[in-house]
Nanobody, 124 residues
């Protein structure tokens, strides 16, 4: 089992920045690929970014490429999502997710563990 807890969400103006954190506990964190997903009100959950266990490979959705950066600190069992140049359409609940192994996936059903989510609201 892996337990995930997100933090860092909040209200920010368009063009601003936020950094989300996801703290993991339980099963060995370093053996898991970590992902960030988001779900806007009335919409399906969508992939945002992923990072493999070594941190050497990352992948981003086109909507956030160049604005968001995913990183991880295995010594702290924490993964981060730095979000810059935020837009109102980035408003959503952001979820941290984990899947065992060293391959990323954009499909939420490939992730076995999920956090409770943190709200990000971007005002125009």
């Amino acid at each position: 089992q892996v337990q995930l807890v997100e933090s860092g969400g909040g209200l920010v103006q368009a063009g601003g920045s936020l950094r989300l954190s996801c703290s993991a506990s339980g099963r060995t964190f370093t053996h898991h690929t970590m992902g960030w997903f988001r779900q806007a009100s009335g919409k399906e959950r969508e992939f945002v970014a992923a990072i493999i266990w070594s941190g050497g490979s990352t992948y981003y959705a086109d909507a956030v490429k160049g604005r968001f950066t995913i990183s991880r600190d295995n010594a702290k069992n924490t993964v981060y999502l730095q979000m810059n140049s935020l837009k109102p359409e980035d408003t959503a609940v952001y979820y941290c997710a984990a899947r065992f192994g060293s391959t990323w996936s954009t499909y939420n059903y490939n992730y076995a563990y999920w956090g409770q989510g943190t709200q990000v609201t971007v005002s125009s």
